[in-house]
């Protein structure tokens, strides 16, 4: 099992609003490489609650002989991830592994009441990447990010002193090619708030 964390992990805001953030080389090498040489096509799978229709496959990664290490270097990640942002996380609550099938897509949307998400991308072309935007309008563009593997975003969609939640709007607008695939990892976050 891994047992330090990355410290050349790279997490940096993409505006001065400070809910968006660039992260590259979260995991080490070693777990990076086993990852990517998983027989992803091969795995069982399931539907994505809420997703039912879409290509997408929700990979069960249990079996796997690099499942613990991923889990446990991401209860250590959370921590490392709470100390660079400065603010407290909830505790590490586990990852969805997508896989998006060939014709996937996925059109501009919020998250809703979802507080935060880390998604990681593993495999697929460099512009699958999640684009982010200003308003419900793709000629808003924010913030494209390119897909390399172990690196993503990490959302914050803050509540305000009013109790307002900022809704960040996003979108994969690409199409994923045929006979190829894209795959990354989902985790919720959380912040910890006082009470």
């Not at 190829?180 to 910890?192: D, N």
Request: charged share 25%; hydrophobic share 35%.
């Amino acid at each position: 099992m891994p047992s330090f964390i990355n410290t050349a992990m790279n997490l940096r805001s993409i505006d001065a609003t400070n809910d968006l953030f660039r992260v590259s080389d979260l995991y080490p090498i070693d777990l990076v490489k086993s990852i990517m040489t998983t027989p992803w096509l091969d795995m069982p799978y399931s539907k994505e609650e809420k997703q039912e229709t879409w290509l997408r496959r929700k990979i069960d990664v249990s079996q796997t002989h690099w499942y613990n290490d991923f889990e446990n270097y991401s209860e250590k990640l959370w921590i490392e991830l709470s100390k660079k942002l400065e603010i407290p996380l909830h505790k590490y609550q586990g990852t969805a592994w997508w896989l998006d099938e060939p014709g996937f897509t996925c059109g501009i949307h919020t998250d809703g009441e979802l507080p935060g998400a880390l998604q990681t991308y593993w495999i697929g072309d460099r512009d699958l990447g999640t684009s982010f935007y200003y308003y419900r309008d793709l000629s808003t563009l924010r913030y494209k990010f390119p897909f390399e593997p172990n690196t993503g975003y990490l959302m914050l969609n803050n509540i305000d002193d009013n109790g307002y939640r900022h809704l960040q709007w996003h979108a994969m607008p690409e199409y994923v090619s045929n006979h190829f695939f894209r795959l990354t990892s989902y985790s919720l976050v959380k912040i910890h708030k006082s009470s």
